[in-house]
Nanobody, 123 residues
Framework: QVQLVESGGGLVQAGGSLRLSCAVS????????MGWFRQAPGKERDSVAA????????DYEDSVKGRFTISRDNTKNMLYLSMNSLKPEDTAVYFC????????????????WGQGTQVTVSS
């Protein structure tokens, strides 16, 4: 069983920064591709970033490139998302997800999801 718990969300002004964390309870965390997704009110869930098992392959959705950084610490079973230069349109519930496959930014390839953490960016 894989359990994911996000933290680090909150309210921030435009231009500010936040760092999201995802604690993953699983054996062999390094065997899982990890991703961040987000869902704004009334909108579909969108991909944000993904990182492969050992971190060699990283993907970003175009709108966050250069502003967000995904990383993982396989010794601590942790996934992170550092978000800089935040914009009001980044407001959403952010979810971390895990997959045994090389899922990259494809949400349907992820089997395990956290409960989400709210990020609100004020203008």
């Amino acid at each position: 069983q894989v359990q994911l718990v996000e933290s680090g969300g909150g309210l921030v002004q435009a231009g500010g920064s936040l760092r999201l964390s995802c604690a993953v309870s699983v054996r062999s965390f390094g065997n899982y591709c990890m991703g961040w997704f987000r869902q704004a009110p009334g909108k579909e869930r969108d991909s944000v970033a993904a990182i492969s098992y050992g971190g060699r392959t990283i993907d970003y959705e175009d709108s966050v490139k250069g502003r967000f950084t995904i990383s993982r610490d396989n010794t601590k079973n942790m996934l992170y998302l550092s978000m800089n230069s935040l914009k009001p349109e980044d407001t959403a519930v952010y979810f971390c997800a895990a997959s045994r496959r090389m899922a990259r930014l494809v949400a349907a390839e992820y089997n395990y999801w956290g409960q989400g953490t709210q990020v609100t960016v004020s203008s």
